[in-house]
């Protein structure tokens, strides 16, 4: 069974920094997804990464997926309070198959 | 508006009640799927649809009813809840799980067992 696994589970960090979240899936997956959640709404998408490889941006976040490592990562650049939320990534066992999410990582970005 | 609606959005409900959640999508999709998430507890996945068919149940009590009478359409029965049930009610849709999409979150209900 695919296990999808992030760290670290909370954050808090200052306005202005720099950070990564860590995405790690334990089976061979082609894909990786990005989900954001405010709290008390839904998940809206944030990126999807096809290959190995992949980069995507979009604003201050940049996400990127190496296959051979089973990792994907989240990069926050000069974080600002607008960004606090949990995010979650999520990958399918196989091709096809249903998504897998990782528990989610609570960010906090302070004044 | 995420293409996925839910409703109701809050629902508050006792332990003898039978209420139903439905989730509507019109976006094509063949997939459609029920997520309980918890307080500071990781999404569940309760049931999967596929093209109007459960494929997955995964060992949900039998106090939560699921029915899928066509692709667009999803719906949670609910009766003799615990309080423990409480939770946000996430339902989702994909095209029919091969596309490269993902998923499409609906709002959520925001269930709460009195």
């Known amino acids: 069974e695919l296990k999808v696994e992030q760290n670290p589970l909370f954050l808090s960090m200052q306005e202005g920094k720099n950070y990564t979240i860590y995405c790690n899936y334990s089976t061979t997956s082609d894909r990786l997804y990005w989900y954001r959640q405010d709290p008390g709404k839904s998940l809206e998408s944030l990126f999807v990464l096809l290959s190995n490889g992949a980069v995507k941006q979009e604003g201050r976040l940049m996400a990127s997926l190496d296959t051979k490592a089973r990792l994907s990562t989240l990069h926050i650049t000069a974080a600002v309070h607008d960004l606090s939320a949990t995010y979650f990534c999520a990958a399918p066992f196989r091709r096809g198959s249903r998504l897998t999410f990782g528990e989610g990582t609570q960010l906090t970005v302070n004044p | 508006e995420t293409g996925v609606t839910q409703t109701p959005r809050h629902l508050v409900m006792g332990m003898t009640n039978k209420k139903s959640l439905k989730c509507e999508q019109h976006?094509?999709?063949?997939?459609m799927y029920w997520y309980k998430q918890s307080a500071k507890k990781p999404l569940e996945l309760m049931f999967v649809?596929?093209?109007?068919?459960?494929?997955e149940n995964n060992s949900v009590p039998s106090r939560f009813s699921p029915e899928c009478p066509n692709s667009s359409h999803l719906f949670l029965h609910l009766h003799t809840l615990q309080p423990e049930d409480s939770a946000l009610y996430l339902c989702a849709s994909s095209p029919d799980g091969t596309g490269p999409y993902g998923y499409t979150f609906g709002s959520g209900t925001r269930l709460t067992v009195v």
């Open positions: 976006l094509g999709h063949n997939a």
């Open positions: 649809y596929n093209f109007k068919e459960q494929t």
